[in-house]
């Protein structure tokens, strides 16, 4: 198939799945016949207000977080050479819902704001999983990376159940945010992240040809001018804040960063000018589609997106680990 | 089977392993009463000596005898029964990083468990350790059939086992809030580890299994030391290896599903213990095995104590401080298993 049907049929879906997002709901006067009149004219209608200032926001930030998580994963994988790697898996998700988390029960304890707090905590986290992995030795052992995230991660959850333990008042949230429900989601939570995203894609954009340089290994790339560990630095930085982004902005969304690069792959082979925009497209289509799914599964109640996105990911994981045989 | 051959630690003297052990018992002990006097209400100690032997004087019976005292029994067997399978886990598939929440046992459990609970809400408290067995039997058996039929490092199948706990573990969350209602709250808080609101009841359906697996375990400790030989040598002295390894295997498994029914999951108590344990009198498993179980008791009283001493009348999990205190151990063993593995 050539290569502009495959990304206009990946578009084709994304677009889809954001209509469905938006069509799908507890009211009767949205269908798929005036879905797109009431998002672009204004009748004053009770269904136009439900379709932009209820629905609408909450597409976005599933597309969004899907784009960011896609990206963040893609360049984990890309600079750490682990088909393994991901946010979620290396803690760095966990870490910045720890951020959040903090914020929320010590407000003493925040700089500046929730986006920062979480991208401050996701850069904490992996940087001590990056430590642990390289740990005595100083090389990069790729299934201690991998179960060392885990670790971080379990740790980090533990750290904002308690946190949230502590804090009556917040703990009956702690439920709907560790599992993201974005169902009350709104424009000033969409706003912030389409700005990290674009910044997201565009960075990706232009380390798309270090990443396929980096994938020659460790000295090839540095005789080619790519220095691996100036670029695993960048790689998990923007990892890192793509993540604490999304966090801050729906809570902590599992294994979009594992699943999408993998599937992409499958798809659009391994060359990184290619790949970065189909796993854009790609993590955005996914997240849109389980919360497709995370309003239908036991209409009319939704269930969290990041519990869709758990029973899909997790078993994907596991999937991974099976085949992750000799890894490199 | 792991790469990794684990070298029992010389063995010390039996008069040693014993002395420790009676210091071991006395420290439960002492923690036991320290976790009956902290709480919402704090109680003396002379208080507490006085309801438990109807004494003269103050006596508090309401708190101790209804809510303190059960969870603090539960406490000392669940702590035994998570040490003693993961101690056996550890031995009988040669890998330090083994116990029984990395491979995914404790998630299957609270999943099936937690399956009994929501399909069938009134159903007798009897049942559920049952569930949790087929959950946690469900869970070994994966992993073990992989461990059978690829020759994995010790890393590799720790991993496997934690993406078998996330597939459980997705399972649960769907539950908890599918059930999102008023009843919620407490599967949530059990799941997490927690000895909030276990009574009597939950101590008569567990105290038998426990105690009668842990006695196996215990029975079964000469057979851990002739499979940590190694096959060939234990097959040479005259053990049926793989028939021992399932036995074992099924203690152990039996023995963390049942804890998981009334305790929830408690991470990493089953990883550490027997760690402690090891370093305290060495791999002979005829001793190492009680100490473990010594271990175990501890750290769960300890946790559920500090967990209601920290800030009342808020409790904190037991399962949370486990796995704060856990996870940084359970890196500290990785660094070092694979710095052996790679000399």
């Known amino acids: ?328 | 089977m792991s790469a990794v051959v684990h070298v029992p630690v010389r063995p010390r003297s039996t008069l040693r392993g014993l002395v420790l052990i009676a210091a071991l018992a006395v420290l439960v002990i002492a923690a036991a009463l320290w976790s009956l006097s902290v709480g919402a209400v704090p109680i003396p100690t002379q208080t507490i000596v006085n309801t438990l032997f109807t004494l003269d004087g103050e006596q508090q019976t309401y708190i101790i005898m209804k809510s303190r005292l059960p969870r603090m029994v539960l406490a000392l067997l669940a702590g035994a029964a998570l040490a003693l399978s993961g101690a056996i886990i550890q031995a009988v598939i040669r890998n330090p990083l083994a116990s029984p929440n990395i491979i995914g046992i404790n998630s299957g459990a609270a999943l099936f468990a937690l399956v009994l609970v929501l399909v069938f809400p009134d159903i007798p408290q009897v049942w559920m350790p049952l569930a949790a067995c087929i959950g946690g039997l469900t869970a070994a058996a994966f992993v073990m059939v992989v461990a059978h039929y690829r020759n994995l490092s010790a890393i590799h199948l720790a991993l496997i086992g934690v993406a078998v706990g996330f597939v459980f573990e997705a399972g649960v969350d769907y539950l908890l809030i599918v059930s999102n209602d008023s009843e919620s709250s407490a599967p949530m808080i059990w799941l997490t580890g927690s000895l909030w609101g276990r009574t009597w009841a939950h101590v008569a359906v567990s105290w038998l299994p426990l105690v009668a697996l842990s006695a196996v375990a215990l029975l079964l400790s000469y057979r851990l030391d002739l499979i940590a030989l190694g096959e060939a040598t234990a097959t040479g002295l005259g053990l049926n290896v793989p028939r021992q390894r399932l036995l074992l295997l099924l203690v152990a498994t039996l023995l963390a599903s049942v804890s998981v029914a009334v305790v929830g999951v408690m991470g990493f108590i089953g990883l550490m213990a027997p760690h402690i344990a090891r370093r305290l009198v060495g791999g002979s498993h005829r001793l190492m095995l009680p100490v473990a179980a010594l271990v175990g008791m501890l750290l769960v009283v300890l946790a559920d104590g500090i967990g209601r001493a920290i800030a009342p009348p808020i409790e904190v999990s037991a399962g949370i401080l486990a796995a704060l205190i856990g996870a940084p151990f359970f890196i500290y063993i990785m660094l070092t298993t694979t710095s052996e593995q790679d000399s």
């Open chain 1, 1 to 328: 198939m050539p290569l502009a049907i495959r990304f206009a049929l990946l578009a084709a879906a994304v677009l889809i799945a954001a209509l469905l997002s938006l069509i799908i709901g507890q009211r009767s006067d949205v269908g798929i016949g005036n879905v797109l009149q009431l998002l672009f004219v204004d009748d004053g209608s009770l269904a136009r207000s439900a379709v932009v200032d209820l629905r609408l926001p909450r597409t976005l930030i599933a597309g969004l977080i899907g784009i960011n998580l896609g990206l963040a994963g893609l360049a984990l994988q890309a600079v750490t050479r682990n088909p393994l790697a991901s946010e979620s898996v290396l803690g760095i998700n966990q870490g910045a819902a720890l951020g959040v988390a903090l914020a929320l029960v010590f407000p003493a304890l925040m700089i500046g704001n929730l986006d920062t707090m979480a991208i401050i905590g996701a850069v904490v986290a992996g940087a001590v999983t990056f430590g642990i992995a390289a740990g005595l030795g100083g090389r990069l052992d790729s299934m201690r990376l991998i179960l060392a995230g885990v670790t971080v991660g379990a740790f980090s959850f533990a750290f904002v159940r308690f946190t949230f333990t502590l804090e009556d008042n917040l703990s009956r949230l702690v439920l709907s945010w560790t599992s993201a429900d974005i169902s009350a989601a709104r424009f000033d939570q969409a706003l912030p992240l389409l700005f990290w995203a674009a910044g997201g894609l565009t960075i990706s954009t232009f380390m798309a040809h270090s990443f396929n340089i980096l994938a020659l290994g460790d000295g090839a790339s540095q005789g080619l001018g790519v220095d691996p560990r100036r670029m695993r630095f960048i790689g998990a930085m923007l990892a890192a804040v793509l993540t604490g982004a999304s966090v801050a902005a729906a809570g902590p969304v599992m294994f979009v960063g594992l699943v999408i690069p993998h599937l992409c792959r499958l798809w659009f082979g391994s060359n990184h000018r290619l790949l970065v925009p189909a796993v854009a497209l790609g993590g955005a289509g996914l997240v849109l589609f389980a919360d497709v799914v995370s309003k239908l599964v036991r209409f009319p109640y939704e269930t969290p997106l990041g519990v869709i996105c758990a029973l899909i990911g997790a078993p994907y994981f596991l999937y991974a680990t099976l085949r992750a045989r000799h890894m490199a």
